[in-house]
Every structure is written in structure tokens, then in C-alpha cells.
């Protein structure tokens, strides 16, 4: 199949297209084709997802009550917000949590901040700039200006994982615990020359995906449904270099891909939120909707745009001690945390549950799990 022509993917071509509501009228568009093409009376539909399909797991059900019997919407984001500052606060508390084999602790969260700090106080002149560069590894120059200190730091010194920490991965400093047991040893040195040992361990590792010759369609979602730009703003609590308070980069992508400008930005998730119901998820008639259940991850930066606190019985919550982003949606593995085999389970029985029930009941008998 060839690819779309370059005039296609514009935002007045086929782009117009890629849309959180045709993708709910595209799920519902299949419902009915399959009900009708095998003859479907008396069956029930519940629809999965995580991360954005969660997004749209959950709103294809509440959209769509009369097609979707359930839903089950893990680690959904479904709270648009610009400045997404709470994505790197949470990737702070998430080096803290010290159970269920994620190996954190708030010492190791102090370290890296202050490893960070460090460089801080150094990128204020152009000799600690240097001195940065060469303790981290970096070519000279390659933190002259504001936007390559942003680029360069801005998400760390080092990769530090959290939306996808993996508790049994082997690779050299590769999740929470193998970091903090460097970031702790103090024979390494002083915290910015631990960050340098991360970074070092890490080495060769890839982070970053490489950008191919199709056009980044999140990012066209983000400039016109969600925002989501994660920002490490000064006073924060934010792990890493506090440069710049505001979602610039994210912003001006839209703007010098798309002509879509920060203020259109503002509008679009506005119009996001007011649709859908934001932490308060609705159907078509602005009630709120039943039969979703919103699994989440505690060390899962995007939880904190999603539903923690049941909004009503209807929709009950699902909070996995120490699980990464919808990490019960992995293939199962004999190195799987406990809280999240539990989270399968409880998954399954509250799925259960829900084909058991008359979802479009004004009262039904769902209680809140937490794991």
C-alpha cells in the first residue's frame, strides 16, 4: 500500500479526519456492521483499551450506551489540561515508592533533584555549561541556548523511567531500582556525577523512536483535542532541570507544523473537556455515564489526568500499587508484580459483574476496588 500523498495529511486534507470523536463513531460504525453481518441479537460488547485506546475504550461506551454494553479504560488520560505539570511531579513520587518490587525511596528521588539542581546553578555561565557537557558526555555546545537546555534536560540527565518502568527488565539502569542504586552509592561521587553514571549505564540504550516520514498524528491530537504538554516548571516538584514554565515546545510544534496557534490550543481542549465530561465522564445526554471501570497505575505519570475518585457507583476506579502504564494489559509474565496479577482478576470479575448487570439501570450495585 502506498503511502498518503504529503497534501493528504495536511490539516485541511485527510488529517481533518483524526479525531478521538470519528474514532468513537468509527468503533460504533463497526458495532453496528458485525451485528448486522452475523446476525447479533442477544450479545453484549465490552471494549478495551490503554492509554489513548483507553481514552476511547471508555468514551466509546459512554458515546454510545445503545451499541456498548462496558467498558474497561486503563491508564486513560481522559482530563485534557495545556500544562501538564503534574505528569513530571508524578514521575517524582513514583521514585519514592519503595514496594511491590519498584525499589524507590525518597532519598533516591532527592538525589536525582539535587544531581539536578547542580546543574542548575552550572548552566548559568558559560564555563558551567561546559562543565555540564563534559561530566554528562555531551559535545561542546550542545547546551549554548535555552532550547537545547530544555531538549537536552529538560525530561533529565539521564532516562528515567516511570510511565513505563519494568520491574524485571536486565538492561544497566534500566528502571526504578537499578537508578536509585546508583543515584545511592555515594562512592560514584557527588549527585551530578551519579547522573553521569546513569546516563554512562544506559549507554548505547535507545530513547527515542525515530521520526520517519509520516507526520507525528499524536502531536496533531494534541494541538487539537488534548494538550498534555509536560512541562518541569521552575518550583515544582519536578526531578529534573526547572528551565521553562510553560509548554512552549509542545505549543510551537503546532503552530510551525499545523498553523494551529496557543490560543486555538486552549479552545480545542476546552471544547475536549466540555464534550466528554473530563474526570466527570458523560454520555450524549450530559448524565453521567455507567458501566466503565477506570484501572490506573501508581507509578503512572498519566494517571494524573485520569479518573482516581469515583465519579459514582457506575464508575467504579482501579488503582494498581506500584504498576506502570496499564501494565496488567502486558502479555503475562512469570516476573509480573503481584498488584498487577491481582489487577487481572479483579479486571475480569468486575467485567463480569458488568455482563451480569442492566447497564442502562439508574441504580446499580458496583462498590469502588482498590488493589
Not at 548552566?123 to 554528562?136: A, D, F, M, P, Y
Not at 490550543?265 to 450524549?284: Q, S
Amino acid at each position: 500500500m502506498s503511502a498518503c500523498p504529503v497534501k493528504d495529511l495536511e490539516p485541511k486534507g485527510a488529517l481533518k479526519y483524526l479525531s478521538s470523536r470519528q474514532a468513537i463513531e468509527d468503533v460504533g460504525n463497526f458495532v453496528r456492521q458485525m451485528n448486522k453481518q452475523y446476525a447479533l441479537k442477544e450479545n453484549k460488547w465490552v471494549t478495551f483499551g490503554g492509554s489513548y485506546p483507553g481514552m476511547l475504550a471508555g468514551w466509546s461506551r459512554l458515546q454510545h450506551p445503545e451499541l456498548i454494553h462496558a467498558a474497561v479504560a486503563s491508564s486513560a488520560p481522559v482530563h485534557a489540561k495545556l500544562n501538564m505539570f503534574e505528569y513530571y511531579d508524578t514521575v517524582a513520587r513514583a521514585y519514592t515508592v519503595s514496594d511491590n518490587n519498584v525499589g524507590g525511596s525518597p532519598e533516591c528521588r532527592d538525589a536525582i533533584r539535587e544531581g539536578h539542581r547542580a546543574i542548575e546553578v552550572l548552566l548559568e555561565s558559560s564555563e558551567g555549561q561546559r562543565k555540564v557537557e563534559t561530566v554528562l558526555g555531551m559535545s561542546e555546545g550542545t547546551l549554548a541556548t535555552k532550547f537545547s537546555q530544555q531538549n537536552n534536560l529538560g525530561t533529565g540527565a539521564a532516562y528515567f523511567p516511570s510511565q513505563g518502568n519494568d520491574p524485571s527488565c536486565t538492561s544497566p539502569a534500566c528502571n526504578i531500582r537499578k537508578i536509585c542504586q546508583i543515584m545511592l552509592d555515594k562512592t560514584t561521587g557527588d549527585e551530578l556525577h551519579r547522573l553521569a553514571a546513569v546516563r554512562r549505564a544506559q549507554y548505547g540504550m535507545s530513547q527515542q523512536l525515530t521520526s520517519g516520514s509520516q507526520p507525528d498524528y499524536w502531536l496533531y491530537q494534541t494541538c487539537t483535542e488534548f494538550g498534555f504538554y509536560q512541562t518541569c516548571m521552575k518550583g515544582s516538584k519536578c526531578m529534573f532541570v526547572q528551565i521553562i514554565d510553560v509548554p512552549a515546545a509542545g505549543a510551537d510544534a503546532c503552530e510551525h507544523r499545523f498553523g494551529i496557534k496557543i490560543a486555538d490550543i486552549e479552545t480545542n481542549i476546552e471544547a475536549t473537556n466540555k464534550h466528554y465530561g473530563g474526570l466527570t465522564p458523560f454520555g450524549p445526554d450530559g448524565k453521567l455515564g455507567s458501566c466503565v471501570l477506570w484501572p490506573n497505575g501508581e507509578v503512572d505519570p498519566w494517571a494524573s489526568m485520569s479518573v482516581l475518585k469515583s465519579p459514582g457507583v457506575k464508575q467504579p476506579v482501579l488503582y494498581v500499587d506500584g504498576a506502570s502504564h496499564h501494565a496488567w494489559t502486558h502479555p503475562s509474565a512469570a516476573s509480573d508484580q503481584a498488584s498487577v496479577i491481582g489487577a487481572r482478576k479483579t479486571i475480569r470479575g468486575q467485567v463480569e459483574d458488568f455482563l451480569g448487570q442492566d447497564c442502562t439501570a439508574t441504580a446499580m450495585n458496583i462498590l469502588q476496588v482498590v488493589v
